[in-house]
């Protein structure tokens, strides 16, 4: 059966998304364009393309159920020396992206991880120390807020660049299609 990978992620709105994208580049992250700067909600995983319909279900179920949420970066950390990697940290909103990672990861791509869930934005991964230390310098003031109003699932390509597949918005999609009630209308021309 054939297999893609996958991944599930709240976007970082712009210019936020865009200026930390740039800033990774600087700091000669190659992968830096390839990845949409985000908060995982489900890792890079492999499935098999027979199972993306049961997923997107899945998704949609998740995204009604929720609500939006704020969400506030606000300076830098690093998880070395056990993984080469520094980012921005999430100082608000960790507790419902962790809530939502856990009702991603239930469904029918049911999966381990690898560390605990640590909601966060890469801003340098797997490049030389001192990039590394200069993208936590540079970075350390750094303060972003919005509120997260849907999540996406992402393919990765071929090419190792990730692409949008769809976004889920929270809350119930379609109830404003729904047509109005005779008793709703009335009330409407008072």
Known sequence: METTTIGVSIAVPEPYGRLLQERRAGFGDPAAYAIPTHVTLLPPTEVDCGDLPALR?????VAADGRPFPMRLHGTDTFRPLSAVV???LTEGA???GRLQEQVRSGPVSRELQFPYHPHVTVAHD????AM???QAELASFSAAWTALSFALYEQGGD???RKMREYPFGREGLSALPQQQGVR?????
């Open 95 to 97: 507790a419902d992206c």
């Open 186 to 190: 009335a009330a409407t021309r008072l």
């Open 160 to 162: 190792g660049v990730w």
């Open 133 to 135: 230390d200069r993208a």
């Open 57 to 61: 279900r899945h998704l949609a179920q």
């Open 87 to 89: 980012y921005v940290r």
């Open 127 to 130: 490049i030389a120390e001192p």
